[in-house]
């Protein structure tokens, strides 16, 4: 399947910064991604559409200026956390399709916010 | 409002016996589904998928059952084996939805040796 890749795996960052959480498509073209979060024992809930060369499509709930998405260029998408709180510790996950209806998923970032 | 449901949190299963893990939706504009595998602190890996123009998808062990008219789908693992043990979601989507992914809430299953 085609390759996703998502950077960091894990960080551990202090209440009140911004982490940055990058995810990019490998051997295809992406001008769509998808960012879902996971709390653990719970599903994956979508929280935007990253669009490349447009605003982002936030869903219902999450807080745009919480969280900045970038689609700056057709293999690459940025979630950044701002001012991260301890409630923003999550499981963060990237996803982009070939063109076809399968999303392929990264590898995911591990958030702890102390 | 859960549009996909997976109502069996956890499956136990002995190796070389089959596994069925269930999936029901409410949506019926969803047209594809599809089932995702998953382990602790890793992005979910694509199983197999199928259209809803079609009632079976098989791919070596795995089988997807669609039922439209139920709106019940379900995956076959067969014969079961102990690195199947993760943690099984199905995910449908529309077109009219952008593509979008709505997840069930998983189900754990375990293949016992």
């Known amino acids: 399947g085609a390759v996703v890749s998502q950077h960091p795996s894990r960080v551990i960052c202090k209440s009140g910064t911004s982490v940055k959480i990058e995810c990019r498509s490998l051997?295809?073209?992406?001008?769509?991604m998808f960012w879902y979060r996971q709390f653990p024992k719970q599903s994956l809930m979508l929280m935007a559409t990253?669009?490349?060369?447009?605003?982002?499509?936030?869903e219902q709930g999450v807080e745009k200026d919480k969280f900045l998405i970038n689609h700056a260029s057709l293999t690459l998408s940025t979630l950044t956390v701002t001012s991260a709180h301890p409630e923003d510790s999550s499981f963060y996950i990237c996803?982009?399709?070939?063109?076809?209806?399968?999303?392929?998923f990264g590898s995911g970032t591990q958030l702890s916010v102390l | 409002d859960q549009q996909v449901k997976q109502n069996s949190p956890s499956l136990s299963v002995q190796e070389g016996r089959i596994s069925i893990l269930n999936c029901d939706y409410t949506?019926?504009?969803?047209?594809?589904f599809l089932w995702y595998k998953k382990y602790p602190a890793e992005g979910p890996t694509f199983l197999i998928s199928?259209?809803?123009?079609?009632d079976k998808n098989e791919d070596g062990r795995f089988t997807v059952f669609l039922n439209k008219s139920a709106k019940h789908l379900s995956l076959h693992i067969v014969p079961s084996q102990p690195g199947d043990s993760a943690v099984y979601f199905c995910?449908?989507?529309?077109?009219?939805?952008?593509?979008?992914?709505?997840f069930g809430a998983g189900t754990i299953l375990r293949v016992k040796s």
């Open positions: 990253s669009n490349e060369g447009s605003k982002a499509t936030y």
């Open positions: 199928i259209s809803s123009i079609k």
């Open positions: 051997d295809f073209q992406a001008t769509t």
């Open positions: 949506n019926s504009m969803f047209d594809y």
């Open positions: 996803s982009a399709s070939v063109g076809g209806r399968v999303l392929f």
């Open positions: 995910a449908a989507s529309t077109l009219e939805y952008g593509n979008k992914l709505v």
